[in-house]
C-alpha cells in the first residue's frame, strides 16, 4: 500500500472524508505543497501529525476543499436565476425550500437570497447553505468580506445589504438570519428532500466520475419535480437524462 494509499484510509477513518473519491492527481498535488511546506516528508508522517494536531488539521480541510468564492460569481447567470428561474418557482410555490450545497464561506447563499429578495419580504426566505469545512462556516457565519469579493454585487444590493467597515464589508444581520448554515458531507451525509432549488457551483470539478455521478443522483432524489440544480460554469452536465434531469438553460436543470 502507498503512503498515499494509507493516508486516505486514515483520514476516511478520523473525519469520514473519502478523499478516494476526489481527482486523486489534483489532490495530491495540492496537500504534497502543504505537508512540505509543514516540513514533513511523506504522507504517512503527515497523517500521524494531522492525528494530534488540530490546527493542522483545520489547514488540511481548508486546502482540501479550496475555497475560492465572490458574490455573484459569473454574474450572467445570476441574471438568469433572477429574470427565468425565479419566476418560473415561484408560480408553483411561494414558500421556496432551497439549499446551497458546498457554500464554502457563504457568498453563494447570501447572494441567492439577494437575488430572491426581488420577489419575497426577507421574512420569508429560508437557505439551506451546507460545507464539510466547520471553518468555512464559522467565517460564513460572521459575514465579513473583502471589497473584491463585492465586485459583481450591484451597487443598489450592495449599498442596501453591506456596511462598510475597512477594510471589510460586512453583511446585514437581516440577511444573515435568511440562511441556516450546517455542516455536511455530500459523499457521505443523508440528503434532506423535497427541495425547488439546489445551488452546486464550482466543486464537482473536483472529485472522480464515480462520485459525481453519485452526487447528481442525489441531487436529483432530493428535489421535488420541476425543482432546478444550478451548477457551475465548468460544471455542464452531459447526459442529464441519466439523472432525471431536463435542461433548463445554460447550467440549469429542471427535475421531470
Given at each position: 500500500m502507498s503512503d498515499y494509499?494509507?493516508?486516505?484510509?486514515?483520514?476516511?477513518?478520523?473525519?469520514?472524508?473519502?478523499?478516494?473519491?476526489y481527482k486523486e492527481a489534483q489532490m495530491k498535488r495540492r496537500l504534497t505543497s502543504l505537508y512540505e511546506k509543514r516540513g514533513f516528508r511523506n504522507f504517512v508522517e503527515f497523517l500521524y501529525a494531522l492525528e494530534k494536531d488540530r490546527d493542522l488539521m483545520?489547514?488540511?480541510?481548508?486546502?482540501?476543499?479550496?475555497?475560492?468564492?465572490?458574490?455573484?460569481?459569473?454574474?450572467?447567470r445570476w441574471e438568469v436565476l433572477q429574470e427565468k428561474i425565479f419566476p418560473l418557482l415561484l408560480k408553483q410555490n411561494r414558500r421556496l425550500k432551497i439549499w446551497s450545497a458546498a457554500c464554502s464561506t457563504g457568498e453563494e447563499?447570501?447572494?441567492?437570497?439577494?437575488?430572491?429578495?426581488?420577489?419575497?419580504?426577507?421574512?420569508q426566505i429560508q437557505i439551506l447553505a451546507t460545507d464539510i469545512d466547520e471553518n468555512v462556516i464559522q467565517k460564513a457565519k460572521l459575514g465579513l468580506y473583502p471589497e473584491r469579493s463585492l465586485a459583481e454585487v450591484p451597487e443598489n444590493m450592495k449599498s442596501k445589504y453591506f456596511?462598510?467597515?475597512?477594510?471589510?464589508?460586512?453583511?446585514?444581520d437581516?440577511?444573515?438570519h435568511t440562511v441556516t448554515f450546517k455542516k455536511h458531507n455530500l459523499l457521505r451525509d443523508v440528503y434532506d428532500t423535497n427541495f425547488d432549488l439546489i445551488v452546486c457551483r464550482n466543486v464537482m470539478i473536483y472529485f472522480t466520475e464515480e462520485a459525481k455521478d453519485q452526487i447528481y443522483q442525489n441531487f436529483s432524489n432530493s428535489l421535488r419535480s420541476g425543482g432546478i440544480l444550478f451548477v457551475g460554469s465548468t460544471e455542464q452536465i452531459f447526459n442529464p437524462a441519466r439523472?432525471?434531469?431536463?435542461v433548463e438553460d445554460t447550467f440549469f436543470y429542471r427535475k421531470k
Open positions: 494509499e494509507q493516508f486516505i484510509e486514515g483520514i476516511k477513518r478520523k473525519t469520514g472524508i473519502d478523499l478516494g473519491l483545520n489547514e488540511f480541510l481548508d486546502r482540501m476543499t479550496i475555497n475560492v468564492s465572490e458574490f455573484y460569481r459569473n454574474g450572467k447563499p447570501y447572494t441567492i437570497s439577494m437575488v430572491l429578495s426581488n420577489y419575497l419580504p426577507l421574512s456596511i462598510n467597515e475597512e477594510p471589510y464589508f460586512k453583511i446585514k437581516e440577511i444573515k439523472y432525471g434531469f431536463e
